[in-house]
């Protein structure tokens, strides 16, 4: 399949197919519309629909084309950030939540897999956080303390002597027991045959123009379509029915992967993470050939929109991988995802932060994006039915953490920052400059302008505005898009959205001559 979301294809991609679904055509009613066939929305989906509720899921690419495509889909209670700083910021309580609610999301996976019988070669394996060079001399004050934590959280952690890397003796590691890993396109396109055989409707290429909450909600499509319904979640990664409050709570990265071809058993199939920050991250994947698999390494990640070195990046994830991989074979695949880092660490999952009726968000997945989106499931499924849920106030859009102040003022600084394109020159007073396959922006009098050179060598103009808050979008090679450095909004070469929270394309390039 191809994805919607940038220009590489990941191993997902590259090795599934999914069920082809038509556009909404015409208006429809169901109980619940979800927006979004990620897998946060079609966990939703097909958690509402479990419980008898007629639902309606539109997404204007295909199932996984977006994030959940780009994952390296560990499942794991071992938490991104992990539970030392979850524990100061939000206490052990917290923490406990924490820990139960992801733990609680793999087994919903293992329990769908086997329910619906889903061939994606879900696995349970062990979790493995271990130092870094420049950590390792600081051990009493970073795995110590986590393995406490997570003791505390109710992971049952044991401290190892040895990590079972094959290329260096990386020394003392945290094990977490009963992780597991799968393969996310494979997995949704199984979720989404049985989110139809229980009477729901999947409509891809339709696009949610807007959302309106209240007693009866609505949400209308682009091609002037209205559903509507009794309630709207919205898991588009990046939420598009709360403009401003979310993302000032949140910011976006990149981050990159490599595919490695390695011989089976050279690795022993395990979940791998290491403690710098941006940190890597590790997993098998089977490959297509008996004997093969795919030694799947990710990491260096950096804010969304204010870097372009992707080749620079990938060739450090190689370096890294062969150092301690050495049995690693060519790279078979490289691709980049985006993911949304919470100031406070944890996921918004819940009703509007505006407190529009009936209106719900799933978003700030940071590096546990597959268990969020089992998460997500669950909670808004309660929530929507009216049940209580213990993960309620833990994940509740609207909290606000005054210990978290001083991230939140760090990375809202750096978005006010880039408003400073708005004075800069363009990056290229000629667009005879400009390649095939690539982008730049010019500036045009007071305007800017997002210039495009297709293969062919045509030229495709469209203006830089950002339509979410009017940042200047920056050329993002790696994927050719146009990537916006404030909030994270994202639109292919031709100014169409890819991500949130922007919902129309780039406007039009301003007429007059370059200067």
């Known amino acids: 399949m191809r994805s919607d979301s940038g220009h590489t294809q990941s191993a997902w991609m590259d090795t599934a197919e999914v069920p082809q679904f038509p556009a909404l055509m015409e208006d429809a009613i169901a109980d619940v519309c979800v927006i979004g066939a990620g897998i946060a929305g079609m966990m939703t989906a097909y958690f509402l629909?479990?419980?008898?509720?007629s639902v309606i899921v539109i997404d204007d690419g295909p199932i996984a084309?977006?994030?959940?495509?780009?994952?390296t889909a560990h499942l794991s209670n071992a938490f991104d950030d992990r539970y030392t700083a979850l524990e100061r910021m939000h206490g052990a309580l917290a923490?406990?939540?924490?820990?139960e609610s992801h733990t609680a999301a793999i087994d919903s996976l293992e329990e769908v897999v086997k329910t619906e019988n889903i061939d994606c070669d879900f696995r349970r394996v062990d979790g493995f956080l271990f130092l870094s060079e420049d950590d390792r001399r600081h051990r009493p004050t970073l795995l110590d303390e986590e393995y406490e934590a997570a003791k505390?959280?109710?992971i049952p952690v044991t401290l190892e002597k040895s990590t079972p890397i094959p290329g260096m003796n990386v020394g003392w590691s945290l094990r977490f027991p009963r992780q597991a890993q799968f393969h996310p396109v494979k997995f949704l396109a199984g979720v989404a045959r049985a989110i139809v055989a229980r009477g729901g409707r999947i409509h891809t290429g339709t696009h949610a123009d807007s959302v309106e909450g209240g007693d009866n909600p609505r949400v209308k499509t682009a091609d002037g379509r209205t559903i509507r319904c009794r309630a709207v979640c919205v898991c588009t990664n990046s939420p598009i029915s709360d403009y401003v409050v979310t993302h000032l709570k949140q910011a976006p990265y990149r981050t990159y992967v490599i595919g490695a071809a390695i011989a089976s058993g050279a690795v022993q199939p395990a979940l791998f993470w290491d403690t710098p920050s941006p940190y890597h991250y590790v997993r098998l994947m089977r490959g297509s050939s008996a004997g093969e698999d795919v030694l799947v390494v990710g990491g260096e990640d950096h804010?969304?929109?204010q870097e372009d070195d992707?080749?620079?990046r990938f060739r450090c994830l190689d370096e890294w991988m062969r150092e301690r991989f050495p049995a690693a074979g060519p790279l078979v695949y490289r691709w980049s995802g985006q993911v949304l880092e919470p100031a406070d660490y944890l996921a918004f999952i819940g009703p509007n932060p505006d407190d529009t009726p009936n209106v719900y968000i799933a978003t700030g997945d940071s590096g546990n994006g597959m268990t969020h989106g089992a998460i997500a499931g669950l909670l808004l499924t309660d929530l929507v039915l009216g049940r209580s849920n213990p993960w309620a106030q833990l994940y509740d859009p609207k909290r606000v953490s005054v210990r978290s102040a001083s991230d939140l003022l760090k990375e809202n600084l750096n978005v006010a920052a880039q408003y400073t394109d708005w004075l800069k020159p363009g990056e290229t007073g000629d667009v005879a400059n400009i390649p095939p396959g690539e982008g730049a922006v010019l500036r045009r009098g007071l305007h800017r302008v997002a210039a495009y050179r297709d293969e062919q060598g045509n030229l495709h103009e469209r203006s830089a505005v950002c339509t979410h808050l009017?940042?200047?979008v920056r050329w993002n090679s790696g994927e050719r898009s146009w990537?916006?450095?404030?909030?994270?909004?994202r639109f292919d070469a031709f100014g169409n959205v890819v991500n949130g929270p922007a919902i129309k394309p780039l406007g039009p390039a301003p007429e007059g001559d370059n200067q």
């Open 49 to 53: 629909g479990r419980e008898g509720r």
């Open 65 to 71: 084309g977006g994030e959940t495509g780009r994952t």
């Open 95 to 99: 923490a406990r939540l924490t820990a």
């Open 152 to 154: 505390r959280a109710g």
């Open 303 to 305: 804010k969304t929109g």
């Open 310 to 312: 992707a080749e620079a």
């Open 470 to 472: 009017a940042c200047i």
């Open 483 to 489: 990537d916006c450095p404030c909030h994270g909004s």
